[in-house]
């Protein structure tokens, strides 16, 4: 009964036949920063779980509200303007302290009685009660960075100049924690290519507190091996220059240790910098390091080959876990590390067929068990080890695979997480539950479509903001076995049922190996089988990142829809290793990324050239990123498209990060076949259809580099191209006025190449 209302309610908003009252969609519809429209609504803004688990954080209109979770009361747990206030009595200009009042993102310590502010490159500390503003640091002339309070609110912790430094909120008193940081020695935060490809885009912080609050464990990371690599802003009179450590595919990669701070420690020796007659006396490491700090014994591992891909804490605060890779990412040691000092203990080495990436840290029980995610024979599970590293047992098994852990309830013994691929279910992603015995595997949400939850720490309840492909993020509050307790945000969006969309169909078409791709199909409103119709294809087809979900998608699936509008079919199919189907999906992209991904998109458009009303003569595909790599090598392998567009693109392996790279491509000097078959460069000659190469000018990531060396390669072939940069864009172009700019000129361009 609920299926089929669903699809009543669906019918409604996706009709076949468009009354006079819906209206195409524009341009300036989905990016013009004063006329674009909300299709996604106002989904209510979730700030996570107080401590007690009992109440959630929202904020509504400015203000931040600690909301009774059974009940949905609210009481206000900041009054802006009387934050406000007090921060102007601090020194604050008024404007400055209203927004940051009423700023979304404030940074509560665990007891949520205080909040810390960072602004002026200086730091801050707002008594919530006491309406009182004290500041922290006194240096406006260098920023803190990677600020965070201790787990006990005793502490801040921040990163200046690259050294370590905490200030205790009650004395106010500053202690430095490390000594050696420059410009090639960084302490407590991350190099660029650490961030991006191990610890995650966005998150630059290298330390991390003990629970109980005495120790810090941190990345040391010497730069001086690594090449820099020069990004220049033009639209300056005087150029302005950046200059970013980049290691390439085959450079050499920052050398990296783990150091143990304790934090209680009064140090002894005097900061030779401040008394340098003391200071030449002392032994070097002494004045380089301090005496608060002890660095983990790494000498079974070669500097230069060794990557620290996680670090974190036993649950006892006596040691450090920390997980070591080989460069190339052929094995993963977890090792633990005590404090008290000592050679570390190797709890176990994992392999795969291919590479292994670290996924997450250890989840310890009260026993000092520990739960543990990895990927070693094919699928993500969770498996269950005891203190010592030995394992007890595989708790999740099959051929689907874990998405996000959410942690163990040891009152109900039940495993929290969300998956895949159960049923076979690729599509959708839901909420589930196992017991620690490996039985019991019960899935707790019911709607088709993809479940983001937020549980509280003591896993008794969740948050679960849900959409699908036809319906923007609603926000609903179940129990733990799934009942729904009350519904937070149904998010209506009435536009919706005024605009002229059309349902995507979903549908799986098989490779050559018989392996079956989930595809997605949207046809032009008020379709005619017997016509025919050109093709936009849109890919990104890197590992293990499908794009054919059943969830709500923003401005670049309005996008489509407005070219589906105009007469486009849309078409979207994730390649095997890309299909996210278990990572022994995507083992196969192992030494040779771009050539099993062109045969399974051939495969696809095979499919397609068979249906009567698609116009094989008029297909084109666009993509962004390794979507940009493989819009482009794709156009050097087949004839197929008549048009393609490459954005952010990757022309050469050798050009992109050395991380990420050498994980599926080893080193250019251990693959040199591989590297220089899935070129773009070396098969630019090759080109076939009408390519048009977007890139941002100051692209950090993949750098502009690769744009000019492939204009400049299919130049000397004599080969026609179309090419637009975007200056002072980096890896996708956001800037309002530039991102309007971007989709009218590849509207344009496909209307007159489609």
Known sequence: MKRILSLLIAALLFPSVVPAQQRNLSIDDIFDAQKRIPFSGRPAAIRGWTQDGKSYLEFVNGTMFRVDALSGNRTSLVASEQMADALIRAGFQSADAKRIAGAPSQRFNIGETSILVDFYKDLWLYNISENKVSQLTKTPDKEEKESDFSPDSRYISFVRDNNLFVVDTTTLREKQITRDGDEKTLNGILDWVYEEE???????????????????????TDESPVPKFIIPDDTVVDQRVESWDYPQAGDPNPIVRVGIANVEKVPVLPNPRKVPVV???????????GDVVRFIDLSKYTPENLLISRVAWSSDSRGVLFQAQDREQTFLDLNYAPVKGGKPVLYFTERTNAWTEAIDNPD?????????LSEKNGFKH???????????RQITDGRWEITSYFGINEGDGFAYFTAIGVDDNWLDTHVYRIKLDGTGLQRLTEKAGTHRPQ???????????????????????????????RVIDENPVSVLAQLNLQRPEFMRIKNRDGFEMEAMMIKPPNFDPSRKYPVLSYTYAGPHAPQVRNQWGGARFMWHQMLAQRGYIIWIIDNKTASGKGVESTWPVYKKMGQTEVLDLEDGFSYLKSLPYIDSERIGMWGWSYGGYITSYFMTQSKTLKMGIAGGLVADWSLYD???????????????????????????????????????????????QNAIMLAHELQKAGKQFDFMPYPTQ??????????????TMMTEYIERNL
Do not use: C
Request: proline share 5%; hydrophobic share 35%.
């Open 730 to 743: 980096r890896h996708g172009v956001v800037e309002p006025r530039q991102a309007k700019h971007m989709y």
């Open 658 to 704: 050395s991380i990420y790279t050498e994980r599926y491509m080893l080193t250019p000097r251990n693959n040199p076949d591989g590297y220089a078959k899935g070129s773009v460069l070396k098969n630019a000659s090759n080109l076939s259809g009408r390519l048009l190469i977007i890139h941002g000018t100051m692209d950090e990531n993949v750098h502009m």
């Open 198 to 220: 191990l610890y995650g885009r966005g998150n630059k912080r290298g330390y991390w507190w003990s629970p109980d609050s005495s120790h810090i464990a941190f990345l040391r």
């Open 279 to 289: 200071g030449r006396r002392l032994p070097s490491s002494l004045v380089r390091l």
């Open 455 to 485: 549980f509280n720490k003591q896993l008794t309840h969740f948050v679960d903001v849900w959409s699908d492909v036809d319906t923007p993020p609603q926000t609903r509050l179940h129990s733990s076995d799934g009942k729904l307790v």
């Open 364 to 372: 310890f029980l009260a026993d000092g068990s520990f739960a543990w």
């Open 382 to 392: 969770l498996y269950h080890y005891d203190r010592d590293g030995r394992l007890i």
